[in-house]
């Protein structure tokens, strides 16, 4: 069936530390979303990308879609404590019914 | 405007009991999807509901069912709970659904513990 998944699975990092977390699908998709969550908390809407090579920036955050539509990628520059929680991807499916599916997730730990 | 409301928060069931959880989409939404999320299987995508119809759904048994009433609000029931089932379960509503570029706004999810 069709796959999301992101890597690494956890990481953590030194406050000030870059971070980036991958995700690779197993189909081309139509777009892919990101989204944050705190621990204890729910999923909250980071971006949205659509185009093939597309780039965006939320300040520390660069998000990238990839070429082929495949993969995508978060990158945070000078992580702060806040950056905390575990960032997903969310790719929605060209094929047949639309609907998004979720990566495994990565889950981010700064050390002040 | 107020945000996506689930309930209840908590709800502790024994095996082979029935749940039924509700959600209360962001008013004008008229999408609402259904998600479960465990710590190993992480975010998976139960359905959605658009305008009282299924338009989707992923790959759960068919003891897992929902509705959607003709204000939006959404529920979603498990028959014959197994210990499997114990998860937090997210709803997420948007304007117009999965099949378009919408956001999806989370509610803070139902936690259902099967003893």
């Known amino acids: 069936g069709q796959q999301v998944m992101q890597i690494p699975q956890y990481q953590h990092v030194q406050e000030g530390e870059d971070f980036t977390t991958y995700c690779n699908s197993s189909?081309?998709?139509?777009?892919i979303q990101w989204y944050k969550q705190r621990p204890g908390g729910h999923p909250v809407f980071l971006i949205q990308?659509?185009?093939?090579?597309e780039v965006k920036k939320q300040k520390r955050l660069t998000f990238q879609f990839g070429e082929a539509k495949k993969n995508s990628s978060l990158h945070i520059t000078a992580t702060q404590t806040t950056d905390v929680g575990t960032y997903f991807c969310a790719g929605r499916l060209v094929s047949g019914t639309y609907k998004y599916i979720f990566g495994t997730g990565t889950r981010l730990k700064v050390l002040a | 405007k107020a945000g996506v409301t689930q309930t209840p928060r908590y709800l502790i069931k024994t095996r082979g009991q029935q749940v039924t959880l509700s959600c209360s989409p962001i008013?004008?939404?008229?999408?609402v999807s259904w998600y479960q999320q465990t710590p190993g299987q992480g975010l998976q995508f139960l359905f959605e509901y658009f305008s009282e119809t299924q338009r989707n759904k992923g790959n759960f048994p068919g003891r897992f069912s929902g509705r959607q009433f003709s204000n939006s609000r959404s529920e979603m029931n498990v028959s014959t709970l197994e210990l499997g089932d114990s998860a937090l379960y997210l709803c997420a509503s948007s304007f117009l659904g999965q099949g378009e570029y919408n956001e999806q706004f989370f509610g803070p999810g139902t936690r259902l513990t099967v003893l």
């Open positions: 008013s004008g939404h008229r999408s």
């Open positions: 189909t081309t998709l139509s777009n």
């Open positions: 990308l659509v185009k093939s090579g």
